[in-house]
């Protein structure tokens, strides 16, 4: 007998033997979808590829899902050294325009200046004798421009933008590596200057900047409304002091009116291994500190009869 293909896999008993409903076509409908392990993407087949090969211009799902707007339009891209297709997908800026298509959707070789191409002169090369070269083991040259990926720092790991990485292979040039430290106790050194800041590039076989490595954290310092604190690591002045690491200096200055007192008039300290090599100094006011009518003064047994409040002056040490 035959039956609609709309009836097939519907719940419902359309074949007197409920072939209909125990096809294997069935079957693969309702099975579950494999969950990607990390570092993997998950088509819309429910297939599994790897996170690099994500949004790179080439469909590496059998639905090409992993080169659709969808999965590439929330992927960062830097104008500089990127061009974005259409879709989102970030390549190379040097694949526009080049007479290749390289964006899944060919949107790298749309809007490109129309250039004459002048047939090139045929020249007869004249034949070289070679001189026999010694036989070497073959070895698998490295990819063009890519970056050897260095050993894990300790108590940390690099990382090729969202994906993982194996060191001791090469990244394709124009990756970025991320460290991710074991924080809160290791933060990235030498420091980052700010949001900003740039992030290992791989470009023409080097990494720029040199990439990072974790150190020990101090406790965060923030200023106060005595208290200004800035921090500085070598000759750079950080944004603040959010992530101090080891040979980050912290100096302190009174706001007017105020002053350290005479055990801690050292306004530095230093972050070594961890810790601050001395404690965290305090601004307090020089004179003019309140007190409630009525109340003896520091100095003498005296009241203060006026309305309202009386000021108690705390002299420095060898003064009064």
Not at 183 to 193: D, F, G, I, S
Not at 261 to 284: A, F, K, M
Request: one cysteine or more; aromatic letters at 4%.
């Amino acid at each position: 007998a035959c039956i609609k293909r709309s009836a097939m896999c519907d719940g419902k008993k359309d074949c007197m033997d409920n072939s209909d409903e125990t096809s294997s076509l069935c079957i693969r409908a309702t099975t579950k979808a494999p969950v990607c392990g990390s570092g993997q993407f998950q088509c819309d087949s429910n297939d599994c590829i790897s996170e690099e090969k994500l949004c790179d211009g080439k469909a590496d799902c059998p639905d090409s899902s992993d080169e659709t707007p969808k999965a590439c339009s929330e992927l960062p891209c830097n104008p500089r050294i990127f061009f974005r297709c259409d879709y989102g997908a970030c390549l190379a800026k040097s694949v526009k325009c080049n007479k290749v298509k390289d964006c899944f959707d060919g949107s790298d070789e749309r809007n490109c200046p129309i250039t004459v191409v002048t047939p090139p002169t045929i020249v007869t090369p004249t034949p070289i004798t070679k001189k026999p070269t010694p036989s070497l083991k073959p070895t698998e040259p490295p990819p063009p421009g890519a970056c050897l990926i260095p050993n894990h720092p300790n108590n940390g790991e690099y990382r090729l933008g969202l994906g993982n990485s194996t060191p001791g292979e090469y990244a394709p040039m124009y990756k970025v590596l991320v460290l991710q430290c074991e924080e809160p106790q290791y933060k990235p050194y030498p420091p980052a200057l700010g949001v900003g800041a740039d992030l290992p590039l791989c470009i023409d076989g080097k990494w720029s900047p040199t990439p990072p490595t974790c150190a020990p954290a101090c406790k965060p310092l923030q200023s106060t409304t005595t208290t200004k604190v800035t921090c500085k690591h070598g000759d750079k002045i950080l944004d603040n002091c959010d992530n101090p690491v080891h040979n980050t200096v912290a100096v302190f200055e009174c706001e007017p009116f105020h002053e350290m007192p005479e055990l801690s008039l050292n306004p530095d300290i230093l972050c070594l291994n961890g810790s601050w090599d001395y404690p965290v100094p305090q601004c307090l006011p020089v004179c003019g500190h309140k007190r409630p009518k009525n109340v003896p003064h520091l100095v003498g047994d005296v009241t203060e009869k006026k309305i309202g409040l009386s000021m108690a002056c705390r002299c420095i040490q060898r003064y009064q």
